[in-house]
């Protein structure tokens, strides 16, 4: 099952009334290869609903989008992308990936937020969902992980934010704002160091 590592960056809180207004993802195969990276912007629709707080954290403003693409045309050519990184080969003309793209899991931190925020652009398109039911999540894998660590004597971070998760495996953003792209590819990182900690677990049984 191939892994999509995703981040969004929305104008707000809300999914049935903020918009995702940047996605960066960093795709791997179903043995943890890198195929590739993605990142684009995207012209919100509803224009009043740009908050000048979310703005001070992704550091977009409407001028930044004015040439982004609008979500119509992002979500075809998103499916697209990953289809040409996993050397899926979709029969000319066919718009409905959904039986190519069902196995693909997203990953993340704190998920489902970005996966609730990703189905209502699809429902608001009127397009199906295309990729797996199951998730992957940083935040869930690093709340077990840590209080397996923190039992057998190692101090772990107090908080499960990306930031804390990244500076605990030694990791950081290059600058205080949240690029998707740079957030997807640390949340990457993240779940590796994760991963390889899992494999140095021996339960006690």
């Known amino acids: 099952m191939p892994y999509l590592v995703l981040d969004l960056e929305m104008t707000?809180?809300?999914?049935?009334?903020?918009?995702?207004?940047?996605?960066?993802?960093?795709?791997?195969?179903?043995?943890?290869?890198?195929?590739?990276?993605?990142?684009?912007?995207?012209y919100p629709e509803n224009e009043d609903a740009f908050s000048s707080s979310s703005e001070k954290i992704h550091n977009l403003s409407l001028a930044d989008l004015q040439d982004a693409p609008m979500m119509y045309d992002v979500l075809p050519e998103l499916e697209e992308w990953i289809c040409k990184q996993l050397s899926i080969r979709v029969p000319a003309g066919q718009l409905d990936r959904t039986p190519y793209l069902r196995d693909v899991i997203i990953c993340g931190q704190s998920v489902i937020n970005d996966i609730n925020f990703l189905k209502e652009a699809?429902?608001?398109?009127?397009?199906?969902?295309?990729?797996?039911?199951?998730?992957?999540d940083l935040h869930t894998l690093s709340y077990f992980t840590f209080r397996v660590l923190r039992a057998n004597g190692r101090n772990v971070p107090d908080r499960l934010s990306l930031t804390a998760i990244a500076s605990y495996f030694g990791l950081a953003r290059e600058d205080g704002f949240h690029n998707a792209l740079e957030d997807a590819e640390l949340t990457a990182k993240c779940l590796a160091e994760v991963f390889k900690l899992a494999d140095t677990m021996k339960p006690n049984l």
């Not at 699809?122 to 992957?136: A, D, G, Q």
Request: aromatic fraction near 18%.
């Open 12 to 42: 707000g809180p809300e999914p049935d009334y903020n918009e995702i207004i940047q996605i960066g993802a960093v795709l791997f195969d179903d043995n943890w290869v890198r195929k590739g990276q993605y990142l684009t912007n995207v």
């Open 122 to 136: 699809y429902r608001y398109e009127k397009l199906k969902w295309p990729f797996s039911r199951v998730l992957l």
